[in-house]
């Protein structure tokens, strides 16, 4: 994958898919600016790659302020931007148990959602008098099929499955809108992943079991294995591939 030279700016690369993208865009001879609201979390990253092709921001993507100065940053700083990664996300089961079901819908879906729409607007006001650049969204499966009734997840007003529906349809209606100057918007939609946002039900063996089960292939997936594709979507050896949503699920939703 030809990423050398190329500037990629990732949310959520404090943890999860969003870190592990980061190690790979690295790997692969990016520029990475790392945006995160987690600073300690940017700060172990950091500790991780001494080197000058890594800088940390801390961004609250739901703040249009945050998303434009750290757009900035990878321009004035960085070089320029070729490419963003939203992987910024987080679910319901980490929010406090006691906030209002409205509150942590809204929580959710600022974002999730939100989030992801202020970063690409953000992003396209670089990219598109560029007439190039390169989108990746991190969705979900449960963007595309509901929660299995088998997973205590959802009780039908969960606002994860809702975001990334939302997003979904994001990455179409962008991805459309903008192949034609020269961007592309793509989406990626994991199966169960060990990441921060599982950890909390991964520790039930019955429901552990149950996700794995759920997979064709018997196990959850790995971030770096999720990373693996975000970097393929990134490079130019994705080139004829835009407003498109791959699902990287072990086979979940082929069944």
Not at 92 to 114: C, G, H, I, Q, S
Not at 166 to 184: D, H, L, N, P
């Amino acid at each position: 994958m030809d990423l050398v030279d190329k500037v990629a700016l990732i949310t959520g690369a404090a943890s999860g898919i969003g870190r592990a993208s980061a190690h790979r865009f690295l790997a692969e001879g990016a520029t990475v600016l790392a945006c995160d609201i987690d600073e300690d979390g940017l700060a172990s990253l950091a500790a991780e790659h001494e080197q000058e092709r890594l800088h940390c921001v801390v961004c609250d993507v739901t703040l249009r302020t945050d998303a434009e100065a750290s757009v900035d940053y990878a321009v004035t700083q960085c070089g320029g931007l070729d490419c963003l990664v939203n992987s910024a996300g987080i679910t319901p089961r980490t929010l406090p148990p006691t906030a209002d079901f409205e509150a942590r819908w809204d929580a959710v879906m600022e974002v999730n959602a939100k989030g992801v729409f202020l970063m690409s607007h953000a992003a396209l006001a670089v990219m598109r008098p560029a007439g190039r650049g390169s989108i990746v969204n991190l969705v979900s499966i449960m963007g595309i099929v509901a929660y299995p009734t088998s997973l205590p997840f959802s009780d039908g007003y969960t606002a994860y499955p809702h975001s990334k529906g939302a997003v979904v349809q994001m990455t179409k209606e962008m991805g459309v809108r903008f192949a034609s100057e020269g961007v592309r918007i793509n989406a990626i939609a994991p199966a169960f992943v060990y990441t921060p946002l599982t950890a909390n039900v991964t520790g039930d063996p019955e429901v552990h079991a149950e996700m794995r089960r759920l997979h064709p292939m018997g196990r959850m997936g790995r971030a770096e294995e999720i990373a693996a594709v975000v970097a393929f979507l990134a490079s130019e050896d994705a080139s004829f591939v835009t407003a498109s949503v791959w699902p990287v699920d072990g086979g979940y939703t082929a069944q």
